[in-house]
T-cell receptor, first 115, second 115 residues
Framework: GENVEQHPSTLSVQEGDSAVIKCTYS??????FPWYKQELGKRPQLIID?????GEKKDQRIAVTLNKTAKHFSLHITETQPEDSAVYFC??????????????FGGGTRLMVKP | ETGVTQTPRHLVMGMTNKKSLKCEQH?????MYWYKQSAKKPLELMFV???????ENNSVPSRFSPECPNSSHLFLHLHTLQPEDSALYLC??????????????FGPGTRLTVL
């Protein structure tokens, strides 16, 4: 089955700096890669996702890059703010096979943005 | 925030009790999921239902019994649990249809403590 590794497990940055979180996956058939943000005591919420037919996607301060050959994808947050502090999870799945979208999650990265 | 709801939000039970967790989605989705989130492990997929049919049981012990009476409701019946089953149980749903986005949306979770 799919295995997703996520690094680092904790990341501390100064407000205004950039943060990068990296994930690798094992199943070359995976074609859908979402990123979720989970604030303390709250549900995971999708912040951005990418499909295997594109290499990069950007939404304001957040961007995700995908390297299918190397089987890794990364989350980039620019101009970090204290409200970006949360746990971020990457995930991978084979999407669109009518059997349900079975996400395999990485171990999570606790991001702390210091004011 | 009201697209996927879960009840109860907190549950304390003894090892001999029987209880049920409930999930309801108001998004018109056709796939529903149960996840377990514990302090030391990433989000673990437990069960997947697609159009009310169970399509995945991720080697979950039989003391967890899912039920999906329709595409909007999902239950997790619990009996003779162990203290190590204490965790946050998250429900999610997605629209699983070829060619359409299949993002998973999470409920707020049930914080379960087994004494």
């Amino acid at each position: 089955g799919e295995n997703v590794e996520q690094h680092p497990s904790t990341l501390s940055v100064q407000e205004g700096d950039s943060a990068v979180i990296k994930c690798t996956y094992s199943d070359s058939a995976s074609n859908y890669f979402p990123w979720y943000k989970q604030e303390l005591g709250k549900r995971p919420q999708l912040i951005i996702d990418i499909r295997s037919n594109v290499g990069e996607k950007k939404d304001q301060r957040i961007a995700v890059t995908l390297n299918k050959t190397a089987k890794h994808f990364s989350l980039h947050i620019t101009e970090t703010q204290p409200e970006d502090s949360a746990v971020y999870f990457c995930a991978a799945s084979i999407s669109g096979d009518n059997a349900g979208n079975m996400l395999t999650f990485g171990g999570g990265t606790r991001l702390m943005v210091k004011p | 925030e009201t697209g996927v709801t879960q009840t109860p939000r907190h549950l304390v039970m003894g090892m001999t009790n029987k209880k049920s967790l409930k999930c309801e989605q108001h998004l018109g989705h056709n796939a529903m999921y149960w996840y377990k989130q514990s302090a030391k492990k990433p989000l673990e997929l437990m069960f997947v239902y697609n159009f009310k049919e169970q399509t995945e049981n991720n080697s979950v012990p039989s003391r967890f019994s899912p039920e999906c009476p329709n595409s909007s409701h999902l239950f997790l019946h619990l009996h003779t649990l162990q203290p190590e089953d204490s965790a946050l149980y998250l429900c999610a749903s997605s629209l699983n249809w070829p060619g359409l986005p299949d993002t998973q949306y999470f409920g707020p979770g049930t914080r379960l403590t087994v004494l």
